[in-house]
Structures are given as structure tokens and as C-alpha cells.
């Protein structure tokens, strides 16, 4: 008897190091589909006590998605294979399908929040009541949940003593090789067109001010990964490097592809491995593989303390803290009008380009969630529509973590000022992203990264006006904000 397969992709879009294609290619036939959830594109509710409204996906996301399904098709096609292509809502969707080709089983990837669980166990009920099976793997964090020391939902809430475990007692799996595809079904329905742009959202086009242009799909991804650690040799000196604030190779910057799954950390690692054994092994080399454990410790936080994680209170359950609502203090510091320069540039740079760097995320949560006390949610939000690597685990995770809800018990607040002086000493990026400072910079750095504090005549002779070339600090802020007399 024939057996078909269909698999389903969720956040892997790739061919290299893929389980769940691997897994599903045991079939006889293989059908590969990829579903549009208009839930995932459109406007929003938050959920929860308190809610609000926001778009999910903004224009520079679903250009990279579609850059990458248009990537993933033609990788299929190329090994004999094709990609189908629906748009609705995957327990709707998928039954069609499965009855249009007589699948006998669904292949698609496991994720870590309730809201990805919740729809892929709704596609497995939908499909069971007809008959197919639905099988799920782990494919998108370096280490697998089950070589963990302890199960994920009992790791330790603090990511250093996770770290030290994990490094001691876990070893990581080697990546899969792409398997042989079977071909398509013999009834197929018709692949359908991915959609430009993905629903409502506008598509955002490249600002060539950004670091790099972050083009969608595993193609480029791969691309990346030879440029950065090979051509470049740049990985020798990441340690060092990677707060940098202006460039395409201060850091890796894997980050969309790793988000999208175009780009697998096991593979990541297992280039970094070769880099140590034919270049150099160091610091640096071993500070990339870190980064990739923390992006795994919010993954497997998600799975253990589940939607509390996007709740005002955090997992720490913080009743304690008095979050206020002020929608003109929100929209100032969304549109990069704070008067913080360091601030301002890295909210300017967010939305012109759908990146910017870790450091600069961090001070601008720090600035919303410490200084202004706003709620961090809506920061976090804002921050999911805009990122071109947003993954919900490390978005959401690393705000909390910032606002003081989430893992790790210190104080997370930044000093925005000294982080401005120590990371961004020549204004360079402050100038390139409120470029009406410029001409500060030629009094001193200083007042370009804190124009309230300029001499009248280094105003006048720049050209500034504080409060109409360039804003004023906004209130709330300490009095290190106030303009010199």
C-alpha cells in the first residue's frame, strides 16, 4: 500500500538539518505545505487581563517571509518537489488537503508557546477525526529538550546554572543531512501563489542606512554563515565586536534566519566547531555557542511556565510594580521622539529596517519598561511587529527579563546615558539615525549623544533647537535629563 505524507512548515523553513523532513521523506509520497494564519498577520488583541490592540506583522517580516517561502519552493523544486502554498487557518486548512492528496500522516514541527501548541494540537484533532495522524519534532534549538540534564519544564529559572548543566552533562546533536524527497502526490492540488504582500501588511523595503539587507530564505542564510565566518574570518574577534552599533559584521547576526528557521543552530554550531579545528578557538568562538544556549533557555522557559510568560506580572508574579498607561509618552518613544538620542536612534533604526542591534533593544526596553514605567507588554509588542528576528521566546523573554518580571532576580534597568557614552562614543550612531545632531559632533560627541546638556552657542552654531529640530526629553525621566541653564 502507497503511503502519502504531508509536512507541514512552521518555523523551519529549510531543507539542511530538518527532522521533520527527514521524517516525513520515509513515506512513499510527501506533499510540503506551508499555511498562512491570517491570525499571525493581522491587527490583535493582546489577550489577557488588560488587553490592547496591536498589529502583529509588520512590512519588513513579511517581506523576509515571503522572501523565504519563495526560497524554500525553489529548493524543493530543485530536489523534484514543489511547496503548497494556503492561506486560513491551519485546522481548516490542512484536513482539505489531507483529504485532496489521501494522506495518512502530518509531519510538522513542535514549538514552545501556548499559542503555537494550542493550534498545532487543534490541527491534530482536526486531522485525527478524519483519520491522519499527526507526528511532531523538535527541530529549532541547539540542544534537544530531551538531552537536557532535567526535563525542560524543571530547569533551573536563572540562565547560568542552566548553562553550566547543560555545557557538563548534554551533548548536542549532530545535524541531519537533507534527505531523498519522494515525489509529490499523484492528485495535487494546484500550489497556489505565495502571497505579496502576506495579507493587509504592506511590504517594508531595505533603508540603506541598515546594517545589512536581510534577505529572506536559506539560500542567504547559508550565504551569511559562509561570509561571516569564512570569507570574513570575523568570528575570531566576535567577543570583542559584537556591541557594535554601525556595520553588517560587529556580530553574526543569524538572527532573522535562525527566527524564520531558515538557519539551523546545530548547524551554526557545527561550523563553529570546524572554524576551531581548521582557525582558531577561542573566546570568541565559544561566546557564539553561548549566545545560542540563551536563545535555547528562553525556548525551554516558554514550555515550562507556558502564557504566564506574556503576562503583565511575568513569571515572578510582580504585583508590586505600578505600570502606567500613556499613549502620547508610548507613541514619542515608538517613534523614536524620546529626546534620548541613543534611544531615539535605535527605535528609528527598528522601523526604517526591522533591526537593530541587541544593545540598542536593550536601552530602548530599559528607557520604556525602568525610566517611563510604561507597560512592557506594549513595548514588547511593538517590538514583535516590527523585528525581522522575531521569535516570541526570545522577544518576549528578554523584555521581561529587562522589565524585571521575568527570569533572573536583579535589577535589569540600564543607565541609557553611560551605555551611549561607552558604546557610542563618536555619536556615529546617534548621527546616523537623528542625523539632525549631526553638526554637534563637531563641538563634541557629548552633545549629540545629550543635546540638553550643549552650550547655547554649540546649539546656535549646530543649528539645533531643542524642542523643534530635535525634541526635549520627555517628562518622567531623571533629572540627569534637564538642560543646562
Not at 130 to 137: E, I, S, Y
Not at 207 to 228: I, N, Q, T
Not at 293 to 305: A, E, G, N, V
Request: proline letters at 7%.
Amino acid at each position: 500500500m502507497t503511503s502519502t505524507a504531508i509536512v507541514r512548515f512552521r518555523r523551519d523553513l529549510r531543507l539542511h538539518d530538518n527532522p521533520t523532513l527527514v521524517a516525513a521523506s520515509d513515506a512513499d509520497r510527501l506533499l510540503p505545505v506551508y499555511v498562512v494564519d491570517p491570525r499571525r498577520v493581522g491587527e490583535q488583541a493582546y489577550g489577557g487581563p488588560d488587553s490592547f490592540r496591536y498589529q502583529r506583522t509588520g512590512g519588513h517580516r513579511a517581506r523576509f517571509l515571503r522572501e523565504s517561502l519563495s526560497d524554500l519552493r525553489e529548493r524543493l523544486r530543485e530536489h523534484g518537489s514543489d511547496l503548497l502554498v494556503r492561506r486560513g487557518r491551519p485546522a481548516d486548512v490542512l484536513p482539505e488537503i489531507a483529504d485532496a492528496v489521501d494522506a495518512d500522516v502530518l509531519h510538522e514541527q513542535a514549538l514552545p508557546t501556548t499559542e503555537e501548541r494550542e493550534t498545532g494540537a487543534a490541527v491534530g484533532d482536526a486531522l485525527a477525526a478524519d483519520g491522519v495522524a499527526r507526528r511532531t519534532h523538535w527541530t529549532h534549538t541547539l540542544h534537544h529538550p530531551d538531552d537536557l540534564p532535567v526535563h525542560p519544564t524543571v530547569i533551573d529559572d536563572t540562565f547560568t546554572p542552566f548553562r553550566e548543566r547543560v555545557e557538563a552533562e548534554s551533548t548536542g546533536r549532530d545535524p541531519v543531512p537533507t534527505p531523498d524527497l519522494p515525489p509529490l502526490p499523484d492528485q495535487l492540488p494546484e500550489a497556489g501563489e505565495i502571497p505579496e504582500p502576506l495579507g493587509s501588511v504592506p511590504e517594508a523595503s531595505a533603508d540603506g542606512r541598515g546594517v545589512l539587507p536581510f534577505r529572506g530564505g536559506e539560500s542567504r542564510a547559508l550565504a551569511r554563515v559562509e561570509e561571516y565566518l569564512w570569507t570574513g574570518d570575523h568570528l575570531r574577534e566576535y567577543k570583542e565586536t559584537r556591541n557594535g552599533l554601525v556595520g553588517a559584521d560587529y556580530s553574526a547576526k543569524f538572527s532573522p534566519w535562525l527566527a524564520a528557521g531558515c538557519l539551523s543552530p546545530r548547524y551554526v554550531a557545527s561550523e563553529v566547531d570546524r572554524y576551531e579545528a581548521e582557525r582558531v578557538a577561542n573566546d570568541s568562538t565559544y561566546w557564539l555557542v553561548f549566545e545560542l544556549r540563551w536563545r535555547d533557555f528562553f525556548q525551554f522557559q516558554f514550555l515550562q511556565h507556558g502564557s504566564q510568560q506574556f503576562r503583565r506580572e511575568g513569571i515572578r508574579n510582580r504585583t508590586d510594580l505600578d505600570w502606567r498607561w500613556d499613549e502620547t509618552a508610548f507613541r514619542r518613544w515608538a517613534d523614536g521622539e524620546t529626546g534620548v538620542p541613543f534611544v531615539d536612534a535605535a527605535m528609528r533604526e527598528l522601523a526604517a529596517t526591522g533591526y537593530t542591534s541587541n544593545r540598542a533593544r536593550q536601552n530602548a526596553a530599559s528607557l520604556l519598561a525602568n525610566d517611563l514605567r510604561l507597560d512592557w507588554r506594549r513595548g514588547a509588542a511593538h517590538f514583535e511587529r516590527l523585528l525581522v528576528d522575531y521569535d516570541p521566546a526570545s522577544n518576549y523573554g528578554n523584555w521581561a527579563y529587562i522589565a524585571g518580571v521575568g527570569n533572573d532576580s536583579r535589577d535589569r534597568a540600564f543607565d541609557v546615558l553611560s551605555q551611549g557614552e561607552r558604546y557610542d562614543s563618536d555619536a556615529a550612531f546617534v548621527t546616523r539615525w537623528c542625523p539632525e545632531l549631526a553638526d554637534l559632533t563637531a563641538v563634541a560627541p557629548d552633545y549629540a549623544r545629550e543635546p540638553w546638556t550643549a552650550p547655547r552657542e554649540a546649539l546656535v552654531e549646530a543649528g539645533v533647537e531643542l524642542g523643534v529640530d530635535y525634541p526635549r526629553p520627555m517628562a518622567g525621566l531623571d533629572d540627569r535629563y534637564e538642560s543646562i541653564p
